[in-house]
Each structure stands twice: as C-alpha cells, then as structure tokens.
C-alpha cells in the first residue's frame, strides 16, 4: 500500500478556503486517492476520491497532478462544523477481497475552523 | 444516517463479561468490516466479510469473535477483554468493487460505533 503523508493539524478561520496536501510519492498505476472526513466519536464519512486532474462535488474539490504523487483537497469557505480530522487515503480499491477494507487511515490532519 | 446501524451505543463491561456488538446495514451490500479505533492512533482494521465469508482476520486475539449470519448483520462477541481493549469500535460496509473502470466513488460507509469499556 501506498504511503501517505499529511500535516498532522491545520488552523482556519471561518469563510476562508482550506487546502490539506497529502503526499504520496510511492503511488501505484491501479491506485485511487480517496478522502474522508471523522468527528470526534463517529465513523469516518467519505469525502471524495479521484484518480487524476480535478474532482469536484457539492462539498469538495480534490486536485491531483500530472505525477500523481500528490494530491489537494480544497474545502471552499469553511465553517466551525468542518473541524475534523480529515484522512488521506491511497490504493487499489477494485478486486476481489473487500479490498477497500485494506486502504490505511493513518492519523489524519485535525483541522480547527475558529470563529 | 449513513444506513449502517451499530448497537449499543456505549457499553461498559467487566473483563469477565461476555457481550455482542452488533452492525446492520440497510444498503445492500456485499462486504463488512470491524475496526478499531483507540484514543489517539490510527483506525485498526480487525475483520472483513466479503459475501458473508471472512476474509480477513488482521491477527486479531481470540477474545473478539466475528459473526455474520448474512450480508447485512454483523456481530462481534466480546469475552474476557482487558482494559486496553477500550475502544472506539466501528463497522463498516461496501459494495466492493471488483470491475476496474467501475471503482471510482466507490466507498466505505460507516456506523457511529460502540464506545466500548472495559473496568
């Protein structure tokens, strides 16, 4: 499985743009960069994932360059209820054997939105 | 509302109890999955049933025993645990993807969890 390396915290201030780096230098051809998001006591929610270029939806935008060893995901005018820890995750999810199951959380980034 | 229910929601327990978690989901999936969240590390993961048949046992010890009579229950039977088996435990489920070129947005969808512990 490809290794992961994010921030491990990040501060912000409501309305403001977030933008969480995670490197991967050691990514696969067959691997999909996904991210979720957890709040304190809960299961982690899914974000968005992507292979390559740009992926937007209704909550977030996740950017990949050309190398794929790295990848952005941009959170547009945060709020206080965005502070979480937000978990890059990177491997081959198709096959048989539940594969997604073996995709490696790591400690995350905790972001604090303040007021 | 994820659409995977876990019960109980807290439960206490004594190290010579014997207790059931238990995890449904109502999405019509065909994997599920334990974990183990301690305070302050990265989410372990425990078990995973594909089809309702255990794939994967991560060395977890014999004191948690896995249970999945179909593919939309799971249970994970607790007996003499140690304390430092308090934990977040959360279950997870996915319609696992086995065609390349269908796999994009596939994803794991989790319960709220038990916090489980152990006196």
């Known amino acids: 499985l490809a290794k992961t390396t994010q921030p491990i915290s990040m501060d912000s201030y409501e309305g403001q743009e977030v933008n969480i780096t995670c490197s991967h230098n050691?990514?696969?051809?067959?691997?999909?960069i996904t991210w979720y998001q957890q709040f304190p006591s809960q299961g982690p929610r899914f974000i968005i994932q992507?292979?390559?270029t740009k992926v937007t939806n209704e909550v977030a935008s996740l950017f990949i360059p050309a190398d794929r060893k790295s990848s952005t995901l941009s959170l547009p005018r945060v709020s206080l209820s965005d502070t979480a820890v937000y978990y890059c995750l990177v491997g081959d999810i198709v096959g048989r054997g539940s594969t997604l199951g073996r995709l490696y959380f790591g400690r995350g980034t905790q972001l604090t939105v303040w007021p | 509302e994820t659409g995977v229910t876990q019960t109980p929601r807290h439960l206490v327990m004594g190290m010579t109890n014997k207790k059931s978690l238990k995890c449904e989901q109502h999405?019509?999936?065909?994997?599920m999955y334990w974990y183990k969240q301690s305070a302050k590390k990265p989410l372990e993961l425990m078990f995973v049933y594909n089809f309702k048949e255990q794939t994967e046992n991560n060395s977890v010890p014999s004191r948690f025993s896995p249970e999945c009579p179909n593919s939309s229950h799971l249970f994970l039977h607790l007996h003499t645990l140690q304390p430092e088996d308090s934990a977040l435990y959360l279950c997870?489920?996915?319609?696992?993807?086995?065609?390349?070129?269908?796999?994009?947005?596939?994803?794991?969808?989790f319960g709220s969890g038990t916090q489980l512990s152990v006196l």
């Open positions: 050691n990514i696969a051809t067959n691997d999909y």
């Open positions: 997870a489920s996915s319609q696992d993807p086995q065609i390349r070129g269908q796999a994009a947005g596939e994803k794991l969808f």
């Open positions: 992507g292979y390559k």
């Open positions: 999405l019509g999936h065909n994997a």
